[in-house]
């Protein structure tokens, strides 16, 4: 693993791509129109990125629909698509050091975390699809004896992806990997704050063998890119992660559109339960700690709400306190730093005015609460903790993408999931016992996408991933998401009785 100064020399020899990757091609916008990257930990730009409009929406959408139905991917045989995948999941790993720095550069986390979790994440998502798309068979259906019908899947044809900044390429992976599996052209939309990881994935899919013009990356605000995408009435699908708000205009796009499918991985405040007959409770705080301060908080499922049984919610709060500072951020580049830079500016303004909003609506900070600088920069915010909260104040319902727990104490069962389901999210939760019979009912109990027990945020690519709530629908990872970019086809065929003699089938 490379140093502090090895990661810092790196960083200022690194290329970063300003231009779109369309068709193959880089290229600038049309309008001329370019938006700084900004790297949160200098407060430096990066690069000046072109800001693609509806010109290069609509190239891009052509070249796609073009590739697509000239079948260059989509009826290029199962073993030849695989073998493209496995060859971009190699690259991807051979340019594990830039691709870590370009995610840690632009969004401020800790570059040996990307290094170690982002890349061979993203490596291991393309070789799972690449390896899984040639072992999904059809269906044939339990028809009636004249009839044979299968039901097999096709692709949908122009898949369009608008990420967030938190995992830049990983959340990219989560669904570039599987719509090209399925066969589809892609477009994807990295957020504004983290564009480079998703171009060079471009460059490296065009020498990994992607034909031109089905795989293309269109950087740009959500304001322009992004909703020339949701509107454009020829994208057959829009998949996305990012804020509620966001996954809301998404669909009015698509209904103002065409109506094309909306699959959305939205926001969350997730609840962690720590019940007093857990078995470690030591196990318990450190993952508690974990699940809300790795990432300095930017995390989707974050567990925000931690809700610890009364019996031994002091002996919780006074440990959580203690872990806290082992996740005080320092710079990126460090390999010691255990969390990052904020994302941005606005957003460490963010977080800062929710702190002061719960401390107005009178939760008790116990912990951390301050903006910090480093090496001259303030994008960073000590890791932070309440008590105290109020069940209706914005602390315990509102997301904050932040490094900020809300602790409440409970005192039955019963309570402790009445509160956790009392969210207009449902995307995470955990739970904490050593009952087997507890973590069952409360498991079932739950109004989320995946509950994890005796854990915190279990996420492996054999098991879906996704919310139900405001926190969206459909999911990403495993084979199940093949179900957002893929058609069932149903073709039913009538066997009708043998007209000439010695015909196979004689009615009786
Ligand atoms: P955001 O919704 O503002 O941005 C996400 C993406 O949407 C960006 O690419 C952005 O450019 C684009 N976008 C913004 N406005 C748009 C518009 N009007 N039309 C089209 N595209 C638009 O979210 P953010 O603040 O950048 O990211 C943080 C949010 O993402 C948090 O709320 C977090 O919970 C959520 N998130 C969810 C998951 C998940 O899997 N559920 C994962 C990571 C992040």
Redesign the pocket.
Known sequence: MWTLSEWKKRAAQQRFICQAQIEGKACDAKSGQTFAVINPATDQILAQVAECGDDEVERAVRAARRAYQRGIWARQSPTARKAVLLRLSELIMQHRDELALLDSLSMGKPVVEAWQLDIPGTAHFFSWYAESLDKIYGQVAPTAADAVATVTRSPLGVVAA??????PLE?AA?KVAPALAAGNSVLL?????SPFSALRLAELALEAGIPEGVFNVLP????V???A??RHPDIDCLV????????K??ME?AGQSNLKQVW?????KSPNLIFADCHDLGLAAENAARAIFYNQG?????NSRLLVERPVYEAVVERLIALAAEWTPGDPLDPNSRAGAM?DAR?TAKVMDSIAEARRQGARLVCGGERLTINGVTNYIQPTIFTDVAPDSLLARE?I?GPVLAVQPFDSEQQAIAMANDSHYG?AASVWSGSLNRAHRVAQALEVGTVSVNTVDALDICVP???GKQ??FGR?LSLHSFDKYTQLKTTWIQLHQSAAPGGDYEAG
């Open positions: 608008i990420v967030p900044w938190n995992f959340m989560w939309k990295p957020a504004e704050q740009g605000t959500g304001a890119t992004g909703q995408l949701g996305f992660t990012g804020s509620t708000r966001t996954g205009r998404l796009y959305l991985e939205c926001g969350g930017e995390v989707c499922s974050a994302v957003q997301e993408f995307l991933f996704g919310g926190s969206g990403d």
